[in-house]
C-alpha cells in the first residue's frame, strides 16, 4: 500500500523557535496533501490543504502566517510552525490524497510537538 | 450540529465478539464514506471505503452506508485484541476534503 512519512516524528522546542515538519510520499505521487493536528483523545481537526504548486487553503481560524505550508513537488509537503508556543503543542498528522477513490487518505504516522 | 456524528464510546468487548461502530451524517451531498483505524499515538490507516449505499466486506471487516437514513456502519468478526483502537468513520462529496467523527475507541479483551 501506499506510504506515507513524516519527519520528524517528536519535537521538543522552545518558546519562539520555528521548527518544520516534512510530510513525504514514498512511492507514489500526491497532487493534494491535508495537515491536521490532534489534541489527545480528540479527532482530527483539518488545519489546511496542500496542493501541489499552489498556495495552501487554510481552514477558518487556522493563521495561515503562523502555520506555513509548503508543498514544492509531488512527493513532499512541509509545514512550518513559527515562533512556536506552548499553546502549539500538539499531534501534528499529514495525508496525501490516496487517489484509490475520492475521500481516501494516506496518513502520516504523525509529528508530536511539544513546546516548552 | 456535526456533519459527522460517532459515538465517543468507548466500548469494551470479549475477544471474538461481533462489534458494531456506528457514525450518522446529515449532509445529503456525501457519497464516499470510509472507516479509519488509529493506534495510540500513530497517524489513522485506511481501513475501507464505500462509495453510495450498499455493504463492502474485506476479511473479518464489513462496511455498511444506508443513504436513506444517514447511518454509516462497521462490523468486527471475531474480534480480536489487536483491534483494540480508535476508529474514525469520514464522509467525502466531491470536493476533496473529509468530514472526520470523533472517533470510537474499542478496546478487545483476551
Known amino acids: 500500500g501506499a506510504v506515507v512519512s513524516q519527519h520528524p516524528s517528536r519535537v521538543i522546542c522552545k518558546s519562539g523557535t520555528s521548527v518544520k515538519i516534512e510530510c513525504r510520499s514514498l512511492?507514489?505521487?500526491?497532487?493534494?496533501m491535508f495537515w491536521y493536528r490532534q489534541f489527545p483523545k480528540q479527532s482530527l481537526m483539518l488545519m489546511a490543504t496542500s496542493n501541489e504548486g499552489s498556495k495552501a487553503t487554510y481552514e477558518q481560524g487556522v493563521e495561515k502566517d503562523k502555520f506555513l505550508i509548503n508543498h514544492a513537488s509531488l512527493t513532499l509537503s512541509t509545514l512550518t510552525v513559527t515562533s512556536a508556543h506552548p499553546e502549539d503543542s500538539s499531534f501534528y498528522i499529514c495525508?496525501?490524497?490516496?487517489?484509490?477513490?475520492?475521500?481516501?487518505?494516506?496518513f502520516g504516522p504523525g509529528t508530536r510537538l511539544t513546546v516548552l | 450540529q456535526k456533519e459527522v456524528e460517532q459515538d465517543p464510546g468507548p466500548l469494551s468487548v470479549p475477544e471474538g465478539a461481533i462489534v458494531s461502530l456506528n457514525c450518522t451524517y446529515s449532509n445529503s451531498a456525501f457519497q464516499y464514506f470510509m472507516w479509519y483505524r488509529q493506534y495510540s499515538r500513530k497517524g489513522p490507516e485506511l481501513l475501507m471505503y464505500t462509495y453510495s449505499s450498499g455493504n463492502k466486506e474485506d476479511g473479518r471487516f464489513t462496511a455498511q452506508v444506508d443513504k436513506s437514513s444517514k447511518y454509516i456502519s462497521l462490523f468486527i468478526r471475531d474480534s480480536q485484541p489487536s483491534d483494540s483502537a480508535t476508529y474514525l468513520c469520514a464522509s467525502n462529496t466531491n470536493a476533496g476534503k473529509s468530514t472526520f467523527g470523533d472517533g470510537t475507541t474499542l478496546t478487545v479483551k483476551p
Open positions: 495525508s496525501a490524497d490516496g487517489g484509490l477513490a475520492q475521500g481516501t487518505q494516506y
Open positions: 512511492d507514489f505521487q500526491a497532487t493534494t
